[in-house]
Antibody, heavy 121, light 107 residues
Framework: EVQLVESGGGLAQPGGSLRLSCEVS????????MSWVRQAPGKGLECVAS????????HYADSAKGRFAISRDNDRKSLYLQMNSLRLEDTAIYYC??????????????WGQGTVVSVSS | DIQMTQSPSSLSASVGDTVTITCRAS??????LNWYQQKPGKAPTLLIS???SLQSGVPSRFSGSRSGTDFTLTISGLQAEDFATYHC?????????FGQGTKIDIK
């Protein structure tokens, strides 16, 4: 059974940092592209960061460039999102998501339950 | 980035109604359009991929179609468990982008 479990969310001050983690099971994380998708309160979905299965390609939303860094540890079956210089508008639920493109399905086929990030002074 | 314009942002409907949600891409995305369902307090789940391919376990009352850069999600015979928010997403070009979402609530 595929599972993605996020952790690391919480309350941070503007300008602060948080590191989100996502532990996966039920599949080999190194063979899939992975992404972080966020949803601000009452808003739509935004893909903030993605990493290719070979780790050679990473992509960031303009809102995240220069502040967020996505990485993974294949041995630990984990995906990470380092968030620095946090802003009020980064407040959102952050979802760890599997991208099924490597298996021929260009979609996010599995999602974690989400972790809440609140940025407030 | 490809912009996805989804409408309406919300609608009220009754059990048994047929509802349609549309999503327009700012440029051609071929059939790279997915639909997700999100229930309150839960993560989205993939409903339809490639414009019209239902995922395993999705009831046949859900259907998707395409006309150029316009995509439609139709629910024929709304059931109580269908009251949720629906999101479209293009997966033609990185960054994959979403529509603003459509919330269906009970009339």
């Amino acid at each position: 059974e595929v599972q993605l479990v996020e952790s690391g969310g919480g309350l941070a001050q503007p300008g602060g940092s948080l590191r989100l983690s996502c532990e996966v099971s039920g599949f080999t994380v190194r063979t899939f592209e992975m992404s972080w998708v966020r949803q601000a309160p009452g808003k739509g979905l935004e893909c903030v960061a993605s990493i290719s299965f070979s780790d050679t390609d990473v992509h960031y939303a303009d809102s995240a460039k220069g502040r967020f860094a996505i990485s993974r540890d294949n041995d630990r079956k984990s995906l990470y999102l380092q968030m620095n210089s946090l802003r009020l508008e980064d407040t959102a639920i952050y979802y760890c998501v599997r991208n099924a493109a490597a298996s021929g399905l260009a979609a996010f086929d599995f999602w974690g339950q989400g972790t809440v990030v609140s940025v407030s002074s | 980035d490809i912009q996805m314009t989804q409408s309406p942002s919300s609608l009220s409907a009754s059990v048994g109604d047929t509802v349609t949600i549309t999503c327009r891409a700012s440029e051609t995305i071929r059939n790279y359009l997915n639909w997700y369902q999100q229930k309150p307090g839960k993560a989205p789940t993939l409903l339809i991929s490639a414009g019209s391919s239902l995922q395993s376990g999705v009831p046949s009352r859900f259907s998707g179609s395409r006309s150029g850069t316009d995509f439609t999600l139709t629910i024929s015979g709304l059931q109580a468990e269908d009251f949720a928010t629906y999101h479209c997403q293009q997966s033609h070009r990185i960054p994959w982008t979403f529509g603003q979402g459509t919330k269906i609530d009970i009339k």
